[in-house]
C-alpha cells in the first residue's frame, strides 16, 4: 500500500471520501495527477487555512505602507494581524509608514445592534486629524456583513470629504473557502481604484512591477537589489514595503513580475487586459531558479546588452556565494524535505532546496487552486461552485488612451517558443517526482501521518504547525514568517536560507533528546549469596 | 519607530490605535486547552481559529490543538447547525478527544446561533463530552472569555454535591504553565489538597521526547476533578476580574465559598495567597517557604538603590497588571502609568486603592482601562518613564522612547523561556526583581561616560 492510502485509509468513510481528490501521489496510476483544490475544509478537520479577512487584510493591502489599513469588527483580527507577518517596510524620506501600527473600530455590542458605520466614520475623522495619510483602506471582519455596514459607502463619503483614496472592502471573514478569495476582494479593489490612476512615467529604459513579493523578511528588498543592478527601474512592488503612491503609476511600467501567482494573478490578468502588459511568472527562491528569471527577463526585452549585463551581473552574484553555497550543500545534500504554505511557497522553494541537494518528497497549500498544481491550461476545466461565485469578478476591457502592446501576439509566440514563460504557469506537478506526495488544504492529523510514513529530515510550514512537528523530532522552520530570519531570496538570500537549515538540523540540543538513563542498564542491587 | 505618534492627546478617540487586549474567543481557546484531553472548539470562520491557534504557539512556544466549524457564506446565512455537528462527529473520529469545548465568535454571535440547543441534539456517547460558552467578541475582552469557558465547561459538568470533600479548589485566572507549577507546589507546601483549574502545566510546556500526542497524558484538570469542584470545601480564586465571575458561579450553583485574592505577585500578594492556604490547611507556614520569602525581601532591600523612585508603565491584562503594579511599589517604584484595554472599570478603582494604600499620589499617576499602546505612548511622550512592564507590543514604545522593557503576561512573542518559568509567588517575583533591577542597571552602564563606569555597584 502506498503512503497515500495508508493515509486516507485510517479516515471515516465520510471523511475519506472528501479527502481522497485532495490528496495526489503523483505518478502512481496511468491517468493525468490531478487534484482537487479551493473546496470547502470539512469542518472539524484542524484545517491549517484562515479566512477570508487575513487575505484581503493581511496578504495583499496590509503591507502597503502609505495607507492606513482599518479593520472594522471587534478588536480581534485587527490585534492578529498587526506586526505578526513580517512584511518588512523602510519609511521614505518624508514619507508616512503606518505598518508599525494597528487601526481598529474595536466594534461593541451597540455598534453590532445599532451599526458600526458612524464609528467608523468618526474613526476616519480622527484618523486623519491625527496622521493625514493619502490612503486609507477599509478592511470588513465577519459581523460587518451581517449587519449591513456598508464600507464601500463609507470609503466614498471620505473620499468627498478628504479629497484622499479610500476603498472599503468586502471581506469578511466567511467569504469563500481560504484566504483566497480575500485576496480576489483585494486584487479587484486595487485595479478598479488605485492602479492607472497616477502619471509618473519610469525613467529608466526598462522598467518593471513585480507583483505577489510581499516582503518577507526582507526577499522583495534583496530582488530589488539584483534587478537594480542589472539596470532595471522598479516601479512598484505589490505589496510588500509597497505603496500607494507607486502602485497608482504601477500601469507604466514595461513588464510584470509575478512571484505569488495565488494571491495576485488577477491584477496581472487585468493588466495585461487593460493596459497590455504582459507577465512572467518568475521564481527568485533558488540560485537556479533566480538565474532562470534574471535570463527570462532579459531576453523578454531583447536587448544584447541588457543580456550580457545579466550575465555579468550572474557570474558576479555566483562568484560571491559560490563557496557558502558549496558548503551548505556538503552539509544538507541528500536529505529530503516537506513543505506545507499558502499558495506559492511550497513550489518555488523546491528549486532553493534542490540547490542545496535537498529533495522535498511531500508539498502541500494551504488555499492554492488547481492551476497552482497543475499549471493554467486547466483553468478552463475548473468548475465555479457555490464560494467561488460568491466572489466578484470584476470585467476589465482595453484602456483606449493607455493601453500599449508590448510584442504583436506573432512576437510573443516567438518569444515563448524560446522558453520565456509569458503570461502562463505550469504549477507544481512538473517539478515533482515519481511518488511524491501532494496535499491540498492540509490539517494537522495529516501532516503528522505524512511525517510518520515518509519520514522527512526537515519540515516547513508555518507556526500553528512547528512545534508538532519538532517534538516528533523532526526539524521545523517557518516558511510563513522565516522564524524572525530572512531574506531567503536572490543569491544572498539563498546562503542565509542554506545556514538557516544547516544550523537546524545540526543544532546540538537534538541529541540530548534522549537521557542516558533510558539507554543505560541500572547496575545495582545484590548479588546472590550476599547478606 | 512610531514617529507618527503625535505627543497631543485626542481625548475620547474612537479608534483604537495599537490595542491592549484581543478577543474573548482566544480566552476560551486558552482555557479548555488546560482541560485534561479536550479540544477546544471555535464556532465562526476558519480565521479566528487559525488566528488564536497562531497567536497562543507564538506566546507558548508550544503547539495550541484547536478546529473550526468553517463557517462558508452558506453557513452564516442559515445557520451553523450543520457544521458544528459535521466538526463534533469529524473531531472525535479523527482526534478522539473526551471533550470538545465549544466557543462561539463574533460571526456565530451575531447570526444568533444557539449552539446550546445544536449540542442537546448530538448523539454523543456517554465516555464523552461536547459543552460550550458564549463568547462574543465584541464584549468584553481575552479575559472575559477566558473567565466564560471556565463557567462553561462547569455548567456542563460539575456535579451537584451533597457532601463536601477535604479538598479545596484553585482557580489560578490566566497564568503560564510555569505559575500552574509553583501555585500548586506553595499549596503542597502549604498541605492544601487541591483541584486546580485550568491546568495548563504540562500541557502547553510539554517536554522534549522525540513523541507527539494531541493531548499529552495526565496533563490538564482531569473531567473527574471538574465534576468534583463542587465537593470543594473552599475556592481560591486568583485575580478579581478574571476569576470573580467563575467564582461566584461555584458559590451559587454549588454552595463552594471562595476568597478572591489578587494574582500572587510580589510579597504581599503572595502573603495573601498563603494566608488562604493556610485558613484552608490550618498547618503553619513551613520554615522553607519562609526563606524563599526571606529571600526575596533580602534582594530587594540589596536592589533598591537602583530602582527606589523609578517610574514605570504598566500594561496589559487587569489582573496581571494590578499585581505587577504591587510589586513595583514594593520596590520602591512609582507606577506612573497603569494601563489596560480590557473594558473593566473596577480595574480603575482597584489600582487606584492600592496606591492610596501605598500613599502614592494617584494625581501623578494614569491610571486607565478600556484603553491602548497608543495612548500610552502618548502619555510617554509628554512625561517619559523609566522602565515599561507588559507585552511585547510595547517593544515599539520601548524602541521609540529608548526605554527598557520587561516582558511580562500576555502575549509575549518575542523571547524564549518565559512561560515555563513562575511569574507568580516568591520565586517569580525574585525573577521579576532581578530582570527589573538588571534592566535598569544595564541603561545605567550604557550610558555612563567611561569615567563613572562602574564595575562595582
Known amino acids: 500500500m502506498n503512503e497515500r492510502d495508508l493515509l486516507l485509509e485510517k479516515y471515516s468513510s465520510r471523511v475519506f471520501k472528501n479527502r481522497k481528490s485532495h490528496i495526489t501521489q503523483l505518478e502512481m496510476s496511468d491517468e493525468q495527477d490531478t487534484i482537487t483544490a479551493n473546496t ?35 478588536i480581534g483580527c485587527a490585534f492578529y494581524s498587526w506586526g505578526t507577518r513580517r ?54 471582519t465577519c459581523p460587518i456583513g451581517l449587519i449591513g455596514d456598508d464600507v464601500q459607502a463609507v470609503a466614498r463619503e471620505v473620499e468627498k470629504k478628504y479629497g484622499i483614496k479610500a476603498i472599503g472592502f468586502s471581506c469578511e471573514g466567511y467569504k469563500g473557502v481560504s484566504q483566497s478569495s480575500g485576496h480576489h476582494i483585494a486584487n479587484n479593489g486595487l485595479m478598479k481604484q488605485v492602479i492607472g490612476t497616477g502619471d509618473k512615467k519610469p525613467m529608466g529604459k526598462y522598467s518593471l512591477n513585480i507583483l505577489g513579493e510581499y516582503n518577507i523578511g526582507g526577499d522583495g528588498w534583496e530582488e530589488e537589489r539584483i534587478l537594480k543592478k542589472i539596470g532595471y527601474e522598479i516601479v512598484s512592488v505589490f505589496t510588500g514595503d509597497g505603496s500607494y503612491e507607486t502602485m497608482k503609476n504601477a500601469h507604466l511600467a514595461d513588464l510584470n513580475l509575478v512571484m505569488c501567482h495565488r494571491s495576485i494573478n488577477y491584477v496581472a490578468q487585468m493588466m495585461k487586459t487593460k493596459y497590455g502588459i504582459d507577465w512572467l511568472k518568475v521564481n527568485f527562491i533558488g540560485i537556479g531558479a533566480t538565474c532562470k528569471t534574471l535570463r527570462m527577463i532579459a531576453e523578454y526585452f531583447q536587448d544584447t546588452e541588457l543580456i550580457a549585463k545579466t550575465e555579468e551581473v550572474i557570474a558576479q552574484e ?108 505550469d504549477g507544481m506537478f512538473p517539478d515533482m517526482k515519481k511518488g511524491y506526495m501532494v496535499v491540498d488544504d492540509y490539517n494537522m492529523f495529516e501532516t503528522d501521518e505524512l511525517i510518520q510514513t515518509m519520514k522527512p529530515d526537515i519540515f516547513f510550514s508555518g507556526i500553528k504547525d512547528k512545534y508538532s512537528i519538532q517534538k516528533q523530532g523532526v526539524v521545523s522552520r517557518q516558511l510563513h514568517s522565516y522564524d524572525y530570519s ?21 543544532t546540538k540540543a537534538w541529541v540530548l533528546t534522549t537521557p542516558p538513563w533510558k539507554t543505560a542498564a541500572l547496575l545495582g542491587g545484590r548479588i546472590g549469596g550476599e547478606n | ?50 488566528y488564536h491557534r497562531t497567536v497562543l504557539s507564538r506566546h507558548f512556544k508550544e503547539p495550541a490543538m484547536a478546529t473550526s466549524s468553517s463557517f462558508t457564506e452558506g453557513a452564516s446565512v442559515f445557520g451553523g447547525r450543520s457544521n458544528l455537528t459535521t466538526a463534533v462527529k469529524n473531531i472525535f473520529d479523527i482526534y478522539d478527544p473526551d471533550i470538545i469545548a465549544i466557543h462561539t465568535t463574533c460571526l456565530s454571535e451575531t447570526i444568533g446561533d444557539d449552539v446550546g440547543n ?45 457532601v463536601k470533600s477535604n479538598r479545596a479548589a484553585i482557580f489560578p ?35 522534549m521526547t522525540g513523541k507527539y500526542k494531541y493531548f499529552p497524558k495526565g496533563a490538564g484538570t482531569s473531567a473527574a476533578d471538574i465534576k468534583a469542584l463542587g465537593t470543594a470545601k473552599k475556592l481560591i480564586a486568583m485575580g478579581h476580574i478574571t476569576s470573580s465571575e467563575p467564582a461566584e458561579f461555584l458559590d451559587k450553583q454549588y454552595k463552594v465559598p471562595f476568597s478572591l485574592i489578587p494574582m500572587p505577585i510580589g510579597v504581599k500578594l503572595t502573603d495573601k495567597y498563603v494566608m488562604a492556604l493556610r485558613e484552608i490547611s490550618h498547618q503553619e507556614v513551613p520554615q522553607t517557604l519562609e526563606d524563599e520569602r526571606g529571600r526575596l525581601v533580602d534582594l530587594m532591600l540589596d536592589s533598591h538603590t537602583y530602582t527606589y523612585n523609578k517610574t514605570a508603565a504598566i500594561y496589559g491584562d487587569p489582573d496581571i497588571v494590578y499585581s505587577f503594579t504591587s510589586l513595583c511599589i514594593e520596590m520602591g517604584m512609582i507606577p506612573k502609568y497603569v494601563i489596560t484595554g480590557t473594558p473593566k472599570e473596577e480595574f480603575t478603582r482597584q489600582v487606584s486603592a492600592l496606591l492610596k494604600e501605598h500613599g502614592i499620589d494617584t494625581g501623578k499617576c494614569v491610571i486607565k482601562a478600556d484603553t491602548d499602546l497608543f495612548y500610552l505612548h502618548q502619555l510617554i511622550k509628554n512625561e517619559p518613564v523609566d522602565i515599561l512592564i507588559g507585552s511585547s507590543y510595547g517593544k515599539q514604545i520601548a524602541k521609540a522612547e529608548n526605554i527598557p522593557i520587561i516582558r511580562m503576561g500576555f502575549p509575549v512573542l518575542d523571547r524564549y523561556g518565559n512561560t515555563i518559568q513562575p511569574t507568580v509567588g516568591y520565586a517569580g517575583a525574585i525573577r521579576y526583581v532581578e530582570k527589573i533591577t538588571c534592566a535598569l542597571m544595564d541603561k545605567v552602564d550604557a550610558e555612563a561616560k567611561d569615567e563613572d563606569f562602574d564595575v562595582v555597584m
Open chain 1, 87 to 140: 512584511n518588512k517596510a523602510k519609511t521614505e524620506e518624508g514619507g508616512k509608514n503606518f505598518i508599525p501600527y494597528s487601526f481598529c473600530t474595536d466594534m461593541r455590542p451597540t455598534d453590532i445592534v445599532f451599526g458600526g458605520e458612524k464609528k467608523l466614520e468618526e474613526g476616519i475623522d480622527e484618523i486623519m486629524a491625527i496622521f493625514n495619510p493619502k490612503c486609507i483602506f477599509i478592511c470588513s
Open chain 1, 318 to 425: 555566483l562568484e560571491a556565494i559560490s563557496d557558502d553555497m558549496e558548503y551548505y550543500r556538503s552539509m544538507l545534500k541528500g536529505k529530503t524535505a516537506g513543505i506545507f504554505t499558502g499558495g506559492s511557497r511550497s513550489h518555488h522553494y523546491q528549486s532553493l532546496l534542490r540547490d542545496l541537494g535537498i529533495e522535498t518528497i511531500i508539498a502541500g497549500y494551504e488555499f492554492a487552486h488547481r492551476d497552482d498544481y497543475e499549471g493554467r491550461d486547466i483553468i478552463s476545466e475548473i468548475k465555479p461552485d457555490a464560494d467561488s461565485k460568491n466572489i466578484e469578478e470584476i470585467a476589465v476591457s482595453r484602456d483606449e488612451e493607455l493601453y500599449k502592446e508590448r510584442y504583436s501576439g506573432e512576437k510573443l509566440e516567438e518569444l515563448k517558443e524560446k522558453g520565456i514563460e509569458i503570461d502562463t504557469y
Open chain 1, 486 to 506: 530572512g531574506p531567503y531570496a536572490g543569491f544572498n538570500g539563498a546562503v542565509i536560507f542554506g545556514r538557516d537549515v544547516t544550523m537546524s538540523i545540526y
Open chain 2, 1 to 50: 519607530m512610531l514617529e507618527l505618534t503625535p505627543k497631543e492627546i485626542m481625548e475620547n478617540r474612537h479608534i483604537t490605535i495599537n490595542p491592549c487586549k484581543t478577543c474573548e474567543p482566544v480566552g476560551a481557546m486558552f482555557c479548555a486547552l488546560g482541560v485534561e484531553n479536550c479540544m477546544p472548539h471555535s464556532h465562526g470562520s476558519q480565521g479566528c481559529c487559525s
Open chain 2, 173 to 207: 485566572g490566566w497564568v503560564n504553565p510555569g505559575d500552574d507549577r509553583e501555585l500548586k507546589r506553595i499549596a503542597g507546601v502549604m498541605g492544601v489538597d487541591y483541584i486546580y483549574f485550568p491546568d495548563h502545566e504540562g500541557i502547553l510546556e510539554t517536554p
Open chain 2, 118 to 162: 445544536y449540542i442537546m441534539d448530538l448523539e454523543v456517547s456517554d465516555d464523552k463530552t461536547v459543552l460550550y460558552a458564549s463568547t462574543p467578541s465584541y464584549e468584553g475582552s481575552h479575559i472575559q472569555g477566558f473567565s466564560n469557558m471556565m463557567i462553561g465547561i462547569m455548567k456542563y459538568m460539575t456535579q451537584k454535591a451533597a
Open chain 1, 40 to 74: 470547502r475544509a470539512i469542518p472539524g478537520i484542524a484545517t491549517a487555512r484562515g479566512c477570508c479577512y487575513a487575505g484581503c487584510k493581511g496578504v495583499v493591502v496590509g503591507p502597503m505602507k502609505d495607507a492606513v489599513t482599518i479593520t472594522h469588527g471587534p
